[in-house]
């Protein structure tokens, strides 16, 4: 049986979890130990060096990136295809995909910061959190002329497309950030949450929110360092500023990259 290393609440794991369902495929999942401290070993690091969710194994065969996963899941269990047909509509999810990977996932990485992990209170937290409602609405624009008139991002079918949206979609749900009332994108968000594999994954995401509280008050204390790197550094600088990672280093309770040393 194959294994996904994950954490309920990664994005990144959610659409691999998605796959597998929608594809019928048997798996365990399995949560790292020290997941996101930085401090992380055994066979979840020999599988992903860079000590990140998700990563999978398969007979002996490790591989990590959540997109790659998805690859190598289409191409050994090809059907049900979650890719589209075209080679045209297979790049377009693809460029979906990327764009919901970093500069989405970096707004509500952002806001996980200020809500659960306290970077920033008050008047600038309040600053913070009405940029990135700012910031989400206008993907959420993006994302309804991405979708036009088709029900999926895929065309005719759920795919690739869907699967990459969704977690991204129901996390800024989580911060008060949904789609406009009576969109294209509102009905396509309780299309797709309707679906057995998604309901299952969001339902997981949901029930770990509660560990997060008690993540918070380690990471005040530096045990546990949090991964700012690549468009989640770019989003906190240009709408936090600088004075937040400045703290966070001086607390050293802020972390980048692995070195895969």
Known sequence: MLTLFEHPLSPYAQKNK?????????????????????????????ANPRGEVPALIDD??????????????????PTPALLPASPADRARVRMIEDVMDTHFEAINWGLGEIAYFKRAEGADAEAIVAKAASQTQSFFAWLE???????????????????????????????????????????WTARTNARAAVT???KEAAASIEGMTMVADIVEQGLFKREYRDHRLEWMVKTAGLDVIAKGLS???????NDFS
């Open 200 to 202: 299952q994954t969001a």
């Open 145 to 187: 002329d991405q979708l036009g008139d088709d029900d999926w991002f895929n065309g005719d079918a759920f795919g690739w497309g869907d699967l990459s949206v969704i977690p991204y979609v129901n996390g800024s749900a989580s911060f008060g950030n949904t789609p406009p009332t009576g969109s294209k994108l509102e009905a």
């Open 251 to 257: 607390k050293n309770n802020i972390r980048f990259s």
């Open 18 to 46: 998605i796959a597998l369902r929608e594809k019928g495929i048997e798996f365990e999942v399995t949560t790292p130990d020290a997941i996101g401290s930085g401090d992380t070993g055994g066979e979840f690091l020999k």
């Open 60 to 77: 002996g065969v490790a591989i990590f990136d959540s997109t790659i996963i998805l690859e190598y899941l289409e191409d050994k269990w």
